[in-house]
């Protein structure tokens, strides 16, 4: 991509707060020094909750501590990607002592590594010859995957050598005993994210096997949808999530074969990784078919099964997708890690296709839903990110218990804060997309970029306030020799668009949602965007009965919400009247500064006493109501929130 520095104020602060309070907080997490409470995402005895131990995992794995195994199977994967979001940190701006505790993690991994490059503490701490025997729930080649994805990104920010040494020889044990091959495994892990891994290793590497690797667990999934199930019959080693065989195929998305496959089904995160993998296999090898299976399940996810934050999940059984237009308020799941892993697919996406959409979905994700999952003092996380939630509810009814009203400051399944860290601080990678012959502006983000286009290179300077400002000033120069395609996205939420070209106004011309400019070689070109963010109001497909005669409130990126420390207790006796105007201004004093939004409402009042029922009508008062962007919810204590508004 070449050298971006992001200068906002905005992700400047986010990306600041990650470098200096969430990389350490975690830090004294994995290595259970932080005197905290660690909390289970709902009531189940089954979720270690007492300390991370991720740390110690390794240690005893290398030999250089006593004792056995703690936390997930999935645990190492913690450690990754806190490394991952390290590397991106030190890209931004080198740290000597956090890089000094970066290369101690590196050593530690490397001598935990098995002679034949095996990488987990879990197997290789309770019993190697149990290694690979149960892969629906050993979340062995998810956390090689990781593993490999941070030791990426590592090399690339630093240039380290070890790092990378240690993910080839990762990738060649699986290689050694996964494939087509006789005497090989012929199956795949439960939980995707290998193939996002070694697909990054072979575009640092250009070693083939990896691609093929990588192809091959993608397309082998769901030949055999008997295969978890045939594991665990002959399976008798350590707990490797025993019964998670048992979810419906579905859950593992290995129902039939991937290129099949037209509706986004299961476990969310496993799907988005899933498709993050197709996506980028169809970018490296130009595969049409393998293209259109991407964008069936693209269209099945965006346009039926996700919610106006850009969550996805709907049901807590599964972390799951449940059927189209199913999009419950309050017994959602829309995991942080889910809204991370649709951004990812949607990056993957604009390489392959320069549509606007997915650009679209992965700010809508990034600025709410992602964002979401992470206070604004960097130290408390969510790891499920609710439309509606009421405290009581919560503590109460047992079907809700996993919608929590505040941030906890850690949790028993750890997997949202470390990939929040590396998707904030990876953010640069995100702006722009390169192509052959030019490049996407997708994300308005105050920035000095250097991008090499071939073997033109290109200086793209922006300056904006967005995304509170509703003016973009794009500074492009092509440094080559030859012409490149400058593509700006038009705002698909912006009311009002102008377009000003070296202090002329010209005519918007969108082609999928970018409106391009060719430069010649060796010019310059200054681009003035302004677009009017209206304050908007949005209503869904009555399908979606939840939200029937109900309305969302949303302002640029941002979706709105509206929290009981403005608006009294019973928000959903709360109404919005068709007509009723709202105003936006900005309030610096609030939330670190927010957008705020303000108006005339409706509150239900009612003489009913304490009777249940009563043939009296409702009666209303006039009321005033407060909306804040849905990201900044949960920072003031705990209370009731609520996106969709009765109208």
């Known amino acids: ?129 149990s290694r690979y025997k149960r892969l629906a729930g050993s979340h062995e080649l998810y956390c090689m995957g990781h593993f490999i994805e941070a030791a990426v990104a590592y090399h690339d920010a630093t240039g380290n050598e070890k790092v990378l040494n240690v993910a080839k020889k990762c990738a060649d044990n699986i290689d050694a005993n996964f494939g087509p091959e006789d005497g090989k495994i012929h199956g795949y892990d439960g939980h995707e994210e290998i193939e996002i891994g070694l697909l990054r290793l072979y575009r640092a590497t250009e070693e083939k096997r990896y691609l093929n690797l990588a192809k091959y667990f993608l397309l082998e999934r769901g030949k055999n949808p008997q295969f978890f199930k045939e594991q665990a019959k002959e399976y008798d080693g350590p707990n490797a999530l025993n019964g998670i065989e048992n979810m419906p195929d579905t859950y593992f998305q290995n129902h039939k074969p991937i290129l099949e496959q037209e509706t986004a089904e299961g476990h969310a995160v496993r799907l988005v990784y899933m498709c993050t993998a197709l996506a980028d296999l169809a ?227 969108a082609d999928q949602g970018y409106h391009y400019l060719d430069m010649e070689a060796n010019g310059k070109v200054s681009m003035v965007l302004k677009f009017k963010m209206s304050v908007r109001r949005y209503y869904c497909n009555p399908l979606v009965s939840e939200n029937n005669g109900k309305v969302a409130i949303g302002r640029g990126p941002f979706v709105y919400c509206i929290e009981g420390v403005d608006n ?18 900005f309030d610096e004093k609030l939330l670190n500064g927010v957008g705020v939004i303000e108006g005339d409402a409706e509150r239900l009042v009612t003489n009913y006493g304490t009777s249940l029922y009563s043939t009296d009508t409702l009666k209303k008062e006039k009321t005033k109501i407060k909306f804040i962007p849905y990201y900044a919810w949960a920072n003031r204590g705990e209370n009731e929130m609520q996106v969709w508004i009765r109208e």
């Open 283 to 509: 970018a490296e090898t130009g595969d049409k078919e393998i293209f259109e299976a991407c964008k069936r399940l693209w269209k099945d996810v965006v346009e039926k099964r996700m919610f106006i934050t850009g969550g996805i999940g709907s049901t807590v059984i599964g972390e799951s997708f449940t059927l189209d237009y199913d999009l419950p308020n309050d017994t959602m799941y829309c995991e942080t890690c889910a809204a991370i892993g649709l951004i990812f697919f949607a990056r993957q996406m604009l390489r392959i296709e320069p549509n606007s959409e997915y650009a679209e979905v992965m700010e809508r994700a990034l600025y709410n839903c992602a964002l979401a999952g992470m206070a604004l003092d960097g130290k408390h996380f969510f790891y499920v990110n609710p439309l509606e939630v009421n405290p009581k509810k919560s503590k109460l009814d047992p079907t809700k218990s996993h919608v929590k009203p505040v941030r906890p400051a850690w949790l028993g399944c750890a997997c949202c804060p470390p990939n929040l860290a590396r998707m904030i601080t990876s953010l640069d990678d995100y702006i722009y997309t390169v192509k052959e012959n030019g490049i996407l502006l997708n994300q308005y983000i105050d920035s000095e970029s250097h991008i090499n286009v071939g073997n033109n290179y290109v200086e793209i300077i922006q300056e904006t306030e967005f995304p509170w400002d509703e003016t973009v000033k794009v500074s492009v120069k092509n440094s080559g020799a030859d012409r490149i395609r400058f593509g700006i996205r038009i705002p698909a939420w912006a009311d009002e668009k102008c377009l000003i070209v070296d202090g002329k106004e010209v005519p918007i011309s």
């Open 568 to 585: 009294g207790d019973n928000l959903n006796n709360i109404s919005l009247p068709a007509d009723n105007k709202l105003e936006y201004h």
């Open 1 to 129: 991509m070449g050298q971006i520095s992001i200068t906002s104020k905005f992700w400047g602060r986010y990306r600041g707060l990650v470098r200096t309070e969430m990389i350490p907080f975690q830090w004294s997490v994995l290595n259970d020094q932080a005197d905290i409470v660690i909390e289970k995402e709902r009531n189940d005895d089954s979720i270690p909750n007492e300390k991370s131990h991720a740390i110690a995992n390794f240690k005893i794995a290398a030999g250089r501590e006593k004792g056995t195994h703690y936390g997930w199977t999935f645990q190492d994967s913690d450690v990754y990607k806190w490394l991952e979001a390290v590397a991106y940190s030190l890209r931004e701006k080198m740290n000597p002592e956090l890089e000094a505790k970066a290369l101690e993690v590196i050593d530690l991994i490397a001598d935990a590594q098995e002679d034949d490059g095996y990488l987990d503490t879990y197997f290789s701490i309770l019993g190697l010859e």
